[in-house]
């Protein structure tokens, strides 16, 4: 299937750890996102890569380091792991750059720190 | 600075019943405009969007939204709710990236 896909769908760690995200789309798009939802259901974005190159970095500790090997593929990497990082994380792809470009999302990755 | 304000956090409706879902968006000049649902332990699914092309927009499952530059709306409306229209529903506009609002839990109630 098509789609936007992201790995693991749950991870509980404990505070201090570090651990990766993955997440993949098989839809040809140039542009990828990171969401970060909370508790309350709100939803911001945190990075966005457009062909492997970063074009959105929002005001994200440095913990959290996005990497992106090609372009169907953007990792996310946290450091030391805090229990504020627990959310929900999603995973987005659209074709190209700009506002008028749909987003794809992915299933979310539900992140608990314990 | 461009922000988006759903009105309402929780709407309750009966099945068969119209929906209105709330949304004003501030700026100063007209943004693009989408509404996504996210059904429990989904990703997020695109509903319809407004990209200043006509003002009543259509989209999925039965959905519309009117985009009313005057009043700085774009509220969602259905004719008539299906118990499988339960979700969180996200106005979002959008200036080189997307702006989310708070989200309005939508119930159906049989």
């Known amino acids: 299937d098509t789609a936007v896909s992201q790995t693991p769908k749950y991870l509980v760690t404990q505070m201090g750890n570090d651990k990766s995200i993955k997440c993949e789309q098989n839809l040809g798009h140039d542009t990828m996102y990171w969401y970060k939802q909370d508790s309350k259901k709100f939803l911001k974005i945190m990075f966005s890569?457009?062909?492997?190159?970063?074009?959105i970095n929002e005001t994200v500790p440095n913990r959290f380091s996005p990497k992106s090997p090609d372009k169907a593929h953007l990792n996310l990497h946290i450091n030391s792991l805090e229990l504020g990082d627990s959310a929900v994380y999603f995973c987005?792809?659209?074709?190209?750059?700009?506002?008028?470009?749909?987003?794809?999302f992915g299933p979310g990755t539900r992140l608990t720190v314990l | 600075a461009q922000s988006v304000t759903q009105l309402d956090s929780h709407v309750s409706v009966s099945e068969g019943t119209p929906v209105l879902l709330r949304c004003n968006y501030s700026s100063s000049y007209s943004p693009s405009l989408f509404w996504y649902v996210q059904h429990p332990n989904k990703g997020l699914q695109l509903l319809l969007k407004?990209?200043?092309?006509?003002?009543l927009v259509k989209g999925i499952n039965g959905f519309e939204a009117e985009f009313k530059k005057s009043e700085t709306s774009f509220h969602l409306t259905k004719p008539s709710a299906h118990m499988s229209d339960a979700a969180e529903y996200f106005c979002v506009a959008t200036r080189g990236k997307l702006i989310f609002g708070q989200g309005t839990e939508l119930s159906v109630k049989p």
């Open positions: 987005a792809s659209s074709q190209r750059a700009g506002e008028n470009n749909e987003q794809f």
């Open positions: 890569y457009n062909n492997k190159e970063l074009i």
């Open positions: 407004y990209t200043s092309a006509a003002t």
